[in-house]
């Protein structure tokens, strides 16, 4: 089966820009999570969705971020505008429910580069 | 903030097992222990889970300690390629979806 996929690999945008990063889970997976790890970071939890709707966004930095998952399907997370401090990897990954002990899939992230 | 605590860092020779240690002493009835790792530029990869008993796959096996507050990840026959950074977590189980909670997790580097 195919990964979870994330699009674009890498990104390198302006101060003030905004950038709109997309994962798309595997198939048939109701959870759907984002991750970022800044320079020097641990990998940090950003939101979790159940389908399309947003079951944990306790993780989110700040308004700039707005992550949707219309339709339950793929997601996006936008940052609007983005910051240098905004400069990472964003990973995303996906798990099947009702397994509610399925492992998360990650994909191999978006290097996202603010300048 | 994780529950778990690691070494920084480890060394292992190839072809030699590798032996992961991870301390979760204040880890609950309900919690499993998950371990992840990262190879360079990838991202994480899921390698084996358990909550009391041993576990085995593929990849590598978890020993438990019977009181659970502590458990080793062994790599029987660790290659240049099992060089990454490994994550134990714990994780709540009775709550679909629960996100993993990253600390810094261990750095392994395998040499020839």
């Known amino acids: 089966e195919a990964g979870v996929t994330q699009f674009p690999s890498h990104s390198v945008i302006e101060k003030g820009q905004t950038v709109t990063l997309r994962c798309d889970p595997i198939?048939?997976?109701?959870?759907l999570y984002w991750y970022r790890r800044v320079m020097g970071k641990e990998i940090k939890f950003l939101l979790h969705?159940?389908?399309?709707?947003?079951?944990?966004e306790s993780g989110m930095p700040n308004n700039r971020f707005l992550a949707e998952r219309t339709g339950g399907t793929y997601s996006t997370l936008k940052v609007q505008p983005a910051e240098l401090e905004d400069s990472g990897v964003y990973f995303c990954a996906s798990s099947q429910v009702p397994s509610e002990n399925s492992p998360l899939h990650f994909g191999n992230g978006t290097r996202l580069t603010v300048t | 903030d994780a529950k778990t605590t690691q070494p920084p860092s480890m060394d292992c020779a190839e072809g030699r097992a590798a032996n992961l240690p991870c301390n979760h002493s204040?880890?609950?009835?309900?919690?499993?222990v998950y371990w992840y790792r990262q190879i360079h530029s990838q991202g994480p990869q899921y390698i084996i889970h358990g909550l009391k008993n041993n576990e085995t796959n593929e990849m590598a096996s978890l020993i438990i300690t019977e009181d659970r507050k502590s458990s080793t990840l062994i790599l029987p026959h660790a290659t240049l390629r099992d060089t990454a950074v490994y994550y134990c977590?714990?994780?709540?189980?009775?709550?679909?979806?629960?996100?993993?909670?990253f600390g810094k997790g261990t750095t392994l580097s395998v040499s020839s």
């Open positions: 977590i714990v994780r709540v189980m009775g709550q679909a979806g629960t996100a993993l909670i």
């Open positions: 969705f159940v389908k399309e709707s947003k079951q944990d």
């Open positions: 204040t880890i609950s009835g309900n919690e499993y």
């Open positions: 198939s048939g997976h109701d959870n």
